[in-house]
């Protein structure tokens, strides 16, 4: 993978990211991903949100795109020096999220997600080496359109099912940082409830 993110994490009231060093009785040793790399630990209160378990919703709701993708996308048409950061006005946001996901979906992937991405993507290009994939090993559009070639000639046409996401999966960043309160808007999906369905009453035998 071209930036491993396996061990980096965003933990809940904390700012930055931090790299997961190693689990202790009140939670977990933490360091930042900053100059002198202070230690720390991040109690067992604190959310802690590895970033390789984060994906970006798109305008289909079977398929979302991994960070770890993202960031390679991101590299691959910026470099490691981003000239956009998260102050850059919303337009430009917009527009630079639109570049790296065409068909990002634009209900559920808020402004402040956009920014917490640029954010994390700044820390890790100058913290994190890129790692260029061998010559015979797949990219990752090409793994994943593999992938999902083979997913499709394995199910049978006729009883296709949507997967649903297990519990450790981050659908996406919004998922995961709590977006700011002006951010969730009522028609927002993820803000409404979710409603339980009925089950059919049992006919009783004659």
């Not at 002198?36 to 079977?62: C, F, G, H, W």
């Not at 920014?115 to 913290?127: A, G, N, T």
């Not at 394995?154 to 960043?173: F, L, R, V």
């Not at 940082?177 to 999906?189: L, Q």
């Amino acid at each position: 993978m071209p930036y491993d993110l396996k061990e980096i994490a965003a933990i809940s009231g904390m700012p930055g990211l931090y790299r997961l060093v190693k689990p202790t009785r009140a939670g977990v040793i933490i360091e930042a991903l900053t100059d002198n790399n202070p230690r720390s630990v991040a109690s067992a209160q604190n959310k802690v949100s590895l970033l390789q378990e984060i994906s970006i919703y798109t305008q289909d709701y079977d398929q979302t795109v991994p960070l770890t993708e993202v960031f390679d996308r991101i590299y691959q048409q910026h470099g490691a020096q981003l000239a956009l950061t998260h102050k850059s006005n919303e337009q430009e946001l917009a527009a630079f999220m639109a570049g790296i996901i065409p068909d990002y979906d634009r209900e559920r992937v808020y402004l402040s997600d956009i920014k917490k991405l640029v954010q994390w993507y700044h820390v890790v290009s100058q913290r994190l080496e890129y790692q260029a994939p061998a010559e015979n090993e797949p990219t990752t559009d090409e793994a994943t359109e593999g992938a999902a070639a083979e997913a499709t000639a394995d199910k049978p046409k006729a009883s296709k099912k949507i997967a649903k996401p297990g519990a450790d999966e981050a659908m996406s960043t919004a998922g995961i940082i709590p977006a700011a309160p002006e951010d969730n808007a009522a028609g927002n999906p993820e803000a409404a409830p979710a409603k339980t369905a009925k089950k059919p009453a049992k006919k009783k035998a004659e």
